[in-house]
């Protein structure tokens, strides 16, 4: 257990606060899991799991490793083939669970490490080291991810109610995308949602974060069909 304690820190919270903490309580609705949360350096990333695998504890999220942490909605089909990989350059596992496969990932080969996961998800990283958040979406947009920043805040979620939540100027219509989706049939086919500052990250794309002294925001495209 001492090892594990310093190899890995998960961050927890009691869910009977979840009614204090903003965003948070509009997913209550999805599950009774433990509500997971961790803050550090004037970030806050809190997770509601629906735990299938590793259903201990320890196997929670917000999830750090060394300077890396990761909150992940979705499924890495092809975890147990990448943890293999990994364990054959040294790497040494604390779980059963695809998060922890998927953060040791990063750890050791960065944003390279997208190339290598199958799967449907969509995950936050924060490396302390460099101050950057990035926020990836999968290959096909199966998990959705959505994202509002300016010079003040960033706010990202999976579900739009919950970052409204959090800013109520937020809940402005975007009427030019309602009109596309009206007369077009057309949606998620930009990063434009029915909300004029929230943004949906693209399938197969990753949101960069440098929040070393102002936000400053790049978008990526890490596959191509």
Known sequence: MELLEDKMRVWLESAKFVKSIPGVYVLYNRNKDPIFVGE??????????????????????????DEVTVICNGEIYNYKEIKSELIKIGSIFYTNTDTEVLLESWRIWGKNCLQKLNGMFAFAIYDFDQNKIY???????????????????????????????????????????????????????????????????????????????????????????
Not at 49 to 59: E, F, H, P, Q
């Open 40 to 65: 550090t350096n004037n970030l806050e990333m809190t997770f509601h799991r629906l735990a299938i695998n590793g259903l201990d504890n320890m196997s929670g999220q917000p999830l750090t490793i």
């Open 135 to 225: 926020c990836c979406r999968d290959a096909f947009g199966i998990k959705p991810l959505y994202y509002t920043n300016n010079n003040e805040y960033i706010y990202f979620g999976s579900e739009i109610p919950s970052i409204i939540s959090l800013d109520e100027k937020l809940n402005t219509l975007d009427y030019k995308q309602a009109v596309t989706y009206l007369k077009y049939g057309k949606y998620d086919s930009t990063e434009n949602t029915f909300y004029s500052d929230i943004k949906s990250v693209l399938p197969g794309h990753y949101i960069e974060f440098d929040i070393k002294d102002k936000i400053q925001i790049s978008i990526h495209q890490w596959w191509l069909p």
